[in-house]
């Protein structure tokens, strides 16, 4: 260890150096706390009265987590779900599958064996570590979900006169034309700014390294910038091996891409990599708690009334396959049900606490899944996963995550549309839709999309029959007005769900405010 | 259909009224030429004299390859291979291996059953067609590389007292900061620019959605660029929900990080996402090209001797396990050795040629695999794969790509070093290597790195019998001078390898090389 130990000293020296000021002391304390995750590990909830009884409403995650942890404090545990499956928006449409959305329009899905489309959640950060722990917890593989992808395409009708680019030659070229100007205003001396000479310096050889500038600091057409965009001609092997450099794209057309929106898509905390899914599907998930308390769960259940007060709760539902209502009485209830849903359900809940529910608009989104006969997205195009974005109504496409180089059809997302696309899209027949996702998705791969084709699914969310909207959309306003009034516990009932979170629309927020919301009622509990 | 429409029309219009120009239809030609490969498909190698031999010197990708296609083609063909395996640098040590380096240290593996180290080459691009060819071809099975990875640390001793940052943080802050500095500019109005109002306006946009800038565009503590950098207090459910935003780095650390040198390597076009490695280790590759040819290897061959002329070849070898010498006779040869070794085999190659194989200096590095009790980088830290990286010699780490969440031990690739700092772990026993990865990589994970360590195996390229060496370094100069006469076919030899491409150090170098090699040699026997 010889020749190690003066690194060592180094090493140390340097620090010691600069961590003499208690300025940096204090940095390194404050920067040392960032909290990533909510997650404590499971919640602890001892105590629990012997017979205490609870009734969850819904079988979605959220609910399938409170009744699992509720059930393991020692809570005698019901589960009233309105479908005939537990998962709620934990969802995939596989081969054999018939689904029916408000207005009536039925689809037989007739993928493949193993293939699938997730139309509710369909990728799990590495932060989310609620659900990572309870994926491991009940046994549910995962496998890495492709989300950045540097040769996925965008584009933009308003661009390149509507040809789709590469995401690497777009980000190269921004990125290059941004340090190149940037390096500019500090040779004009011209920047307003507090960097000291030193800083200046770093930054100009930052900006050089980064943007990929040549030695007279500008971004232009060479080996260097096409070792970030891409080669004209790439290098080889042999005699005619020489690599032969990009053209640069006019910056006009580079802004005109938007491209910066994806960059900062890449960024979003909720989108950085790495990230996962489910193997055979995003319903594996579902299913995995089901696994766990499924003998719980009343399926198609129809909650009709909610009452409840301080000595206990009564919820009426109507068995759907028998016809017949019946009332359920509990100590407690957890109801995870959408308000959307909520709202339309009698209860005795104070005015505040309705209003709340009523006060939360919901998002529509609207995804098609598109089974090709043959991945010609990776064979012709070289897209392994991840997404090519568009400026058109679809919004994006997406490229299967597993089974890379598979023979067989796949499925594609061919759409992942929301706001006023995604309502016209909901507006249309299932047929329509997936005509749609043709038109448009062709601009990516022109010569395949269609002669591919195998056939589509889609689901849109203001038509699914069990919760008529995709996710709770809060604002600041809404927030203040209404969140802690919807999560607070009233006398034996608290609501759960992603709409009960700050990680709205996300599987994560489900999980958390069930975690949440259960550890605040076992505590009603004990007191009451 | 009807309601898409109109959307198709105005996007045909939308075509339409960009495409006008000339210029435009222009730059579409020339965007959609951009060729991302070499590789055109498998060679057609017809014609070929029945009974014309060739040999082969060298079991590596290239060899092997060489050997595969001129098989197919017609030719007897024979192998020589130095060690007692094919693969060559395409290498995976295991436990129960035992690999003795130059200098006589013997190194006996102790991984656990599934857990290995790749010595040389990790990782494939998506761009390395061939390579994906013949993986396909042979079944090799391959799954995601995790080659980018936001929540990776980034080390720099100079910067932030000698602490690790995620590198989300660093590079949401550095793209904060010129986003801010170079929208000042525009205020300014100082900006030496061509561009038009319009897209003057179009580039502040950018920058503000781009580098999370605040209303009036500047860059500070909120949620919005907190959603890039991370929390203090991340999103959460129920009550206790509302997320905190985290203080920004100083510039000054940010720029000291160097974090603009991981993000100009993430946009290498050989590091770009997606990537791929073979499930079970690189040597996966190697063992798939075997079951091809290894039927024609002669191994434990030293080759001490090449004479050829324009009607033959004669290889002369020593079978190292019986330890005799022979000489074996062919009309061709494809020559694979590496550089640093063949240029101490006597041949009687034009001095040229001999000139241009003694020209090209061999890279070292250094890689160093620490096999440690659990996934605390997971469990504890976040990171599903990826890389963490310092400016200490062991310059990164990275982490195992395979059975995430996984129970049970795992290995951690503890150094991958170039340059002095390799020649320095080059120098050091096996044993200092392993405690000079321990003693930098606890910068990242300073409470597990020792604790949970189990044992250790390191490669220094410069000390590998069959190599000495990592691979060639071609530089502008030795390229003008030396390349084309180092690949030319001379009378019945040609040499083939990653030596020989422009592809230097990758697979897909080598396999480039070969293919273009015996598609020249072949063309050659047509002639003879």
Known sequence: MERQTPTRRQLLNAIGLIGGTSAVYAMMTTFGHAEETRFPGPPKLDGARKGASVIVLGAGLAGMLAAYELEKAGYKVTILEYQGRAGGRNWSLHGGDTYTELGGATQKVTFA??????????????????????????GVELEPFIQFNHNGFVHNIDAFGGKPQRFKALAADFEGNVAELLSKSINQKTLDTQLTPEDLERLKEALRNWGMLD???RYTKNLRSSSHRGYDLAPGGGVPAAPRPSDLFPLDDVLKSGVWNQMALYMNDEMQTTMFQPKGGMDMIGKGFAKQVGHLVTYNAKVTKLMQDKSGVAVTYTDMKKGVTATANADFCVCTIPLTVLSQIQTNLPDKKQRAIRAVPYSNSVKIGLEMRRRFWEEDAHIYGGHSFTSQEISQISYPNSNFF???????????????????????????RIEAALAQGSVFHPESYRKEFVSGASVAWSRVPWVMGCCARWNEDTRREHYQELVAVEDRTVLAGEHASYVGCWMEGSLLSSLDAITRLHQRALEA
């Open 406 to 432: 598979g023979d067989g059809p796949a499925v594609l997302l061919g759409a992942y549309s929301s706001g006023p696309a995604a309502y016209r899209l909901a507006g249309m027949t299932p047929e329509e």
């Open 215 to 217: 030695g007279d600091m």
């Open 113 to 138: 064996k193993g293939n699938y489309l997730n139309p509710g959640p369909w990728r799990i950060p590495y932060h989310h570590r609620t659900l990572l722990h309870y994926c491991k917890a009940f």
